[in-house]
């Protein structure tokens, strides 16, 4: 059966309107974490590497499919297809980065998503090619099956046990990845490689070694978020296509200097997505893309912007 964004939620059972609500704006949660992961490593690069990388979801569906073919063809158990759907994705990641990524770095926006877009096309292929065509089901743990309510009456909360862990997982890892950009050495040397090649080549750091981590992280981030969608969002070759303009809703909401505006706006839009599906269903995406016409409006560069910053 195919899923959609708008199978995100799970209707709440009970009738009473604040129960519904607060089982709604928790899914909506789940689902804006979920975007936030997908979308953190277009954002890395477009906001720090200044490189419009419209291939990112191509390594999100590489993600997923290497948890997916893993779990159906080798019984390999769940969460250890994650890792190995973060480290798959990053070795691509870095080696398209190294051959093919750091030549167009200086070229102009318009060469690099002609060739991004390209590169999603020759994705959308080969999955169809070697994967087919159909949607691939992924069975969960039995642990992550089903859900949990707590409270009772108008506050009761159903917790679906699967978002719950894309919530805890999600979360921790924007804490890494925060403490990673703002608290080590690898993040400062980011920072300064961004603010000025050349300053900081003067003084020791290896631009392209920065480059290529952070391209191979944000590479694997899109992997494991890739892997954790399978199930939400469903998966097959024209998963590129389909999300890409909700990456880059996130992308262009939240801003690109700083991984919190990102954060926020996944939050905001994904509250509004599930809400919107689940209240309105024919006017659901209206609804997120009014929000991010009303947000650029009031905040062009978007939510969060660092000044200082040199191409």
């Known amino acids: 059966m195919s899923r959609t964004p708008a199978r995100a939620v799970d209707r709440c059972p009970c009738p009473l309107p604040a129960a519904a609500m607060l089982t709604l704006l928790f899914d909506?949660?789940?689902?804006?974490?979920?975007?936030?992961?997908?979308?953190l490593g277009l954002a890395v690069t477009?906001?720090?590497?200044?490189?419009?990388?419209?291939?990112?979801?191509?390594?999100?569906?590489?993600?997923?499919?290497?948890?997916?073919?893993?779990?159906?063809?080798?019984?390999?158990?769940?969460?250890?297809?994650?890792?190995?759907?973060?480290?798959g994705p990053?070795?691509?990641g870095g080696v398209l980065e190294r051959t093919l990524y750091r030549p167009l770095y200086r070229k102009p926006?318009?060469?690099?998503?002609?060739f991004s877009i390209g590169l999603v096309f020759i994705a959308v292929a080969g999955a169809d090619y070697f994967a087919g065509s159909t949607q691939q089901i992924m069975q969960l743990p039995e642990w992550l099956k089903?859900?949990?309510?707590?409270g009772s009456g108008a506050f009761m909360l159903g917790m679906g046990h699967y978002r719950l862990f894309i919530i805890a997982l999600c979360a921790a890892l924007t804490v890494g990845l925060q403490y990673l950009l703002a608290r080590t050495r690898w993040g400062s040397r980011l920072r300064a490689a961004v603010d000025d090649q050349r300053v900081a080549a003067g003084l020791g750091i290896d631009v392209n070694l920065v480059?290529?981590?952070?391209?191979?992280?944000?590479?694997?981030?899109?992997?494991?978020?890739?892997a954790l969608g399978a199930e939400m969002l469903g998966l097959d070759p024209s998963f590129p296509l389909k999300f890409m303009i909700h990456f880059l809703i996130v992308v262009a909401v939240g801003g690109t200097s700083s991984i919190t505006g990102p954060l926020l706006a996944a939050?905001?839009?994904?509250?509004?997505?599930v809400a919107g599906k689940y209240y309105i269903p024919k006017l659901g995406a209206f609804i997120v893309y009014s929000l991010m016409i009303v947000i650029l409006l009031w905040r062009p560069q978007g939510l969060f912007v660092r000044q200082g910053g040199r191409k």
């Open 28 to 39: 909506g949660i789940a689902y804006g974490m979920l975007l936030f992961i997908l979308a």
């Open 46 to 87: 477009m906001g720090l590497m200044h490189f419009v990388n419209l291939a990112h979801g191509a390594f999100a569906m590489a993600g997923g499919y290497i948890t997916v073919l893993l779990m159906q063809r080798l019984d390999v158990p769940f969460l250890v297809c994650l890792p190995l759907a973060f480290a």
């Open 90 to 92: 990053a070795l691509l």
């Open 109 to 114: 926006h318009l060469d690099q998503v002609l």
């Open 146 to 150: 089903g859900r949990t309510e707590w």
């Open 211 to 226: 480059f290529l981590s952070t391209f191979a992280i944000g590479s694997g981030l899109a992997g494991l978020g890739g």
């Open 267 to 273: 939050l905001l839009l994904g509250i509004a997505d």
